[in-house]
């Protein structure tokens, strides 16, 4: 059974930073892009990041551009998101995704797993 668990959400103040890190267990990962994305309350679910399996490639959304920054570490099956500068607009249940083979990394469509999701709270 795959299972993608996340874990590293909270709250924190405005200016402040989390981590968050998503553990991947039940297949092989290999090759597989994993994805960052985000709920907030009454919103559709929002792209954050992406990195491909090399982390060769990393595309993020442009409000996380300069803030954000994804990572990933094959040999644990783990990739990361570290959030710095948070904003009240960042407030979201952040889930991790992943998916093989695909195009386009910012569609929620195209991943195959997603975890259950990591509150994160930045108050202002």
């Known amino acids: 059974q795959v299972q993608l668990v996340e874990s590293g959400g909270g709250l924190v103040q405005a200016g402040g930073s989390l981590r968050l890190s998503c553990a991947a267990s039940g297949r092989t990962f290999v090759g597989a892009v994993m994805g960052w994305f985000r709920q907030a309350p009454g919103k559709e679910r929002e792209f954050v990041a992406a990195i491909s399996w090399s982390g060769g490639s990393i595309v993020y959304v442009d409000s996380v551009k300069g803030r954000f920054t994804i990572s990933r570490e094959n040999a644990k099956n783990t990739v990361y998101l570290q959030m710095n500068s948070l904003k009240p607009d960042d407030t979201a249940v952040y889930y991790c995704?992943?998916?093989?083979?695909?195009?386009?990394?910012?569609?929620?469509?195209?991943?195959?797993?997603w975890g259950q999701g990591t509150q994160v709270t930045v108050s202002s």
């Open positions: 995704a992943a998916g093989w083979m695909i195009r386009y990394y910012t569609s929620d469509r195209n991943y195959d797993y």
